[in-house]
């Protein structure tokens, strides 16, 4: 499944993508960098990161007015575009699942709370008896 909805990320070498924590990007001259951050397991030392370059899509812009007729200018590689969608949408849904689990840890401590609470005041009213 995983291999069919992140296809790029899977071209790239990502095995398991949902290993992904977070990324970065920044653009130095005319290359898109990349960097991609995985999950540090159990006995790792440092966070694992992968870093990719993508050159940047050299055109000339027509400009209305002014001096010259074309302007140079540089756009992100198609292939850099898919990825940072599918990374976009991993990160995405791995927070929606996260931010769900803590609701359900903080709602069943509050259940723990209150039921814990009533057996104490249950217990007081019996021993008043």
Not at 13 to 40: A, C, M, Q, S, W
Not at 56 to 68: A, F
Request: hydrophobic letters at 35%; charged letters at 35%.
């Amino acid at each position: 499944m995983s291999a069919k909805k992140f296809q790029t990320l899977t071209e790239m070498g990502f095995d398991d993508p949902h290993d992904i924590v977070k990324f970065t990007t920044r653009t130095e001259n005319d290359v898109d960098v990349l960097k991609v951050y995985l999950h540090r397991h159990h006995g790792e030392w440092m966070a694992k990161s992968k870093k990719f370059k993508f050159k940047r899509k050299h055109t000339n812009v027509s400009v209305e007015g002014g001096l010259v007729p074309y302007r140079a200018s540089t756009e992100p590689s198609p292939y850099f575009l898919r990825a940072i969608g599918e990374l976009e949408k991993l990160v995405l849904e791995e927070k929606t699942v996260k931010d769900k689990k803590e609701h359900l840890l903080d709602e069943l401590e509050h259940l723990e709370a209150v039921v814990t609470r009533k057996v104490a005041d249950l217990r007081r009213q019996i021993e008043e008896l």
